[in-house]
């Protein structure tokens, strides 16, 4: 290999590198590991039968976050999961923590929340590491320059015993996006628009690199939602080179190296980027100032468009395989063709998931309410903060006393409404947009439809009672919801 022109996947890969057989089949060294109630407690009890310890306890960081209830603080404790399953879940990190000596973010503790929110925000995601954890969307942390995907529960086990895992190498795809993205339109629009061209299998067998002047100009939050989404695209990687922004913002992070190591550390990750000239198996060109906010009509990521366009005619695709796929998602949705997605009307709304409840969500979010209430029709707007941090964050700046003054549930952090898993979920038939990542047919609860859309484009939503698009000044003025007098707000 040319190791004088590497893409920055390579330069990770090859670091971790232990081992590698004559088929290609790597052994990779595992840095930072992330557990959560669902996928783990079969591997500690593997551990335990085979009376082994973790190899490296101090690696392993633990939170519940799927199961938890996000009612007040006074209703979280585990008698209050009333899913059986779920209770000895979350019930049995805690013991699995502590008989295995891990650092856990449980029910109670200030710092826990959702593990893809946790890992950054600690500085537990440090570039240039490979993170694991046994849930898909850990390709967040690539926004880092770090190495990060999804495992199964075996490897999880297997992670936990050696720090070690067999992977087979990914092809390498560059996703570059000039030029920037205009108001009003965030990083979510942009993944959207990137899932939607590319489709849910595009991305199979990659590790897609974000770069370009667009994606330089996000903050770390907007890169976290890109690679959060890059497993939407079927890539199980998603990458941003490192630079000022990445440093910045893990500097004095609790388990960010400190003093001398911190110096030595900075020097290594601005290594961390593709070299010039470095080749790609496969590119795609996106002009950032093209892309308009969005918003899914489908159960499927990729069944999505710009909000001023209209839910497809099954009739106008040749392919019978895929309109036979829009025939059936078009009668879950409860959707006509040729219906404008603008002005669509809503029962809910979910403004939260790893993939936009971190701060500078809740701020577009707040942003987007200018004042006005939620519409009467809307049943439950809901906000749930990604962690226990980005919670006491929003309260010092005063953004709950907004949220909740509009009429929206201010909650405690954890997965909520971006699965049935816990007691947050859609009615059968109900129609929510939502922050999340994942539209699938029952993913908010059995018959529940979801419109994934940007924490704006949610909060618009919530005040009009309809999809809206964003950017129109007629969600400043002319909708339905009633002004908040500033007095209640502050
Ligand atoms: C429960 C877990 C295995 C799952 C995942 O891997 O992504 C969940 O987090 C999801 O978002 O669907
Ligand atoms: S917030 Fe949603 S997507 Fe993220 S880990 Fe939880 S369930 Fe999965």
Known sequence: MDTARQTLFDKLWQRHLMDQSADGEALLYVDRHLVYEVTSPQAFEGLRLAGRRPWRADTVLAAA?????????????????PDPLSRAQVQQLEINAREFGITAFSLGR?????????????????????VVAGDSHTSTHGAFGALAFGVGTSDVEHVLATQCLAMRPMQRMLVQVNGLLAAGVSAKDLILEIIRRLGTAGGTGCAIEFAGAAIEALSMEGRMTLCNMAIEAGARVGLVAVDEKTIAY???????????????????????????GATFDHSLFIDAAAVEPMATWGTSPEQVLPIGGRVPEPAAEPDPVRRAGIERALAYMGLRPGTALDGLAIDKVFIGSCTNARIEDLRAAAAAIRGRRVAATVKQALVVPGSGLVKAQAEAE??????????FEWREPGCSMCLGMND?????????ASTSNRNFEGRQGPGGRSHLVSPAMAAAAAIAGRLVDVRREDVRRDLPGTPVLSAQIH
């Open 110 to 130: 200030r710092e826990q929340g959702i593990i893809h929110v946790i890992g950054p925000e600690q500085g537990a995601t440090l570039p240039g590491m490979t």
């Open 250 to 276: 893990l500097e004095g992070r609790p388990y960010a190296p400190r003093g001398a190591q911190w110096e030595a550390a900075v020097a290594y990750w601005r290594t961390l980027h593709s070299d010039a």
């Open 424 to 432: 947050d979920r859609l009615a059968p038939g109900e129609r929510c």
């Open 65 to 81: 976050d799927h199961n938890v209830p996000t009612t007040p603080n006074e209703r979280r404790s585990l008698t209050h999961i």
């Open 398 to 407: 005063g953004l709950d006393r907004l949220f909740i003054a509009a009429g």
